[in-house]
């Protein structure tokens, strides 16, 4: 009996997710990409945050879905309110209020940083998101907070994306990240950490996770780390936008006569037919 041998199948390729992240350097925002290359200077503004450049490195952001570097260092006590009012009305493109506080010697330069650091990545995540509308850069020097420890695009980008990954795996509906949010009965309620009591304890419907951050002083990532993982265990629920009104009963919606429309109708209407 003679047996013959076959050849077994060739391996399915996989991919290196880390990899992936190190030659996404255009995936996440390509004209941030352009703008590190060149070296500019200026703000890059997007729908949902802004992101500050000084020589091509980002050295600040700032958006509307994430509590500021104020919220982190006032909320806690961390920085003196008065001392922080005065930094920022006497900040200039010359002397920023980062430079102002460590002159002020009520914070030392390592916890300001750290600070600073967790409230960019929190911003650049939100500025760096999908969005509707194309960004615009505006040339020049100097910002507000001024250069403390500036970060590079790809670090900002790896970063970013890192944090999709993470939160997609705790809960894959990106809707609880900025719809308020409402609290569910769990089939069976698990055990939960003193900061996601501290989280469940603010939903009511009105509020969303950005505004659960800002009440709580805590870092946005964080709370929507805490948020997603609640989401998971049944315990809040995202609330949907309200359905799009339909058009009032005898309104005729306005006749279309472009040839494009009418040449693909044709198209459809001979497929249809075969």
Known sequence: MTVVGTTPPPRLPVRDRAAARDRAGGGVSPMLNRLAAERATGVLERERGVIYLADGWVVHAESSH?????????????V???????????????????GLLLEAGRIGRGALELCHLGALYDAAYFALAPSSTPGHFRYGPGNWFGVLRPVPVAAVERETLRRRE???????????DSAPLLPAEPVAAPGLTARQ??????????????DIARELGRQ????LVDVRRLAA???LTAQFPPPV???????ALPRVNDPDITLLKRLRDALEAL
């Not at 509590?67 to 006590?77: F, K, R, S």
């Not at 003196?80 to 980062?98: F, L």
């Not at 946005?220 to 709370?223: K, N």
Request: charged letters at 20%; hydrophobic letters at 45%; aromatic letters at 4%.
């Open 66 to 78: 994430s509590p500021g570097l104020e919220v982190l260092l006032l909320t806690h006590g961390t």
């Open 80 to 98: 003196d309110p008065g001392v922080w009012r005065e930094a920022v009305e006497h900040a200039d493109e010359e002397r920023g209020a980062a």
């Open 166 to 176: 993470l939160l997609d795996r705790l809960w894959p509906d990106p809707l609880p």
């Open 197 to 210: 009591r501290a989280v469940l304890a603010l939903v009511d419907g009105v509020r969303t996770a950005s």
């Open 220 to 223: 946005a990532f964080a709370t």
């Open 233 to 235: 265990a049944g315990l």
């Open 245 to 251: 009104p339909l058009p009032a009963p005898g309104l």
